[in-house]
């Protein structure tokens, strides 16, 4: 059963830009703190970026100063907007929400989970 649910990925050029969504399904996260982790193949699944229940937002210095990640509470939607894209970025991007932003980096820590969505960056 898919708890989260992820959209917005897909094929850009290097230097573009992307911008994922995700929704939960069938209850609202607005005391949740929710972030991305994002996962090559081969490698092992790091944090991007979270948002806090009041919009405190934190970024894995890889991506600080291209990406943007924030919440739409009206609408149940929390964005990751990805600019100035590069190779490096290609991987599953996830989304995952858990109570509080402490090791917010830690997925262990992370009660729900959505299935991914492919981005892949390539000239």
């Known amino acids: 059963q898919l708890q989260l649910v992820e959209s917005g990925g897909g094929l850009v050029q290097p230097g573009g830009s992307l911008r994922l969504s995700c929704v939960p399904s069938g209850f609202s996260w607005d005391y949740n703190a929710v972030s991305w982790f994002s996962q090559a193949p081969g490698s092992e699944r790091e944090g991007v970026s979270c948002?806090?229940?009041?919009?405190?937002?934190y970024y894995a210095d890889s991506v600080k100063g291209r990406f943007h990640i924030s919440r739409d509470f009206a609408k149940n939607v929390v964005y990751l907007e990805m600019n100035k894209m590069n190779p490096e970025d290609t991987a599953v991007y996830y989304c995952a929400a858990k109570a509080g932003t402490k090791n917010w980096h830690m997925s262990d820590l992370y009660t729900y989970w959505g299935q991914g969505t492919q981005v892949t960056v390539s000239s």
């Open positions: 948002v806090g229940s009041r919009g405190t937002t």
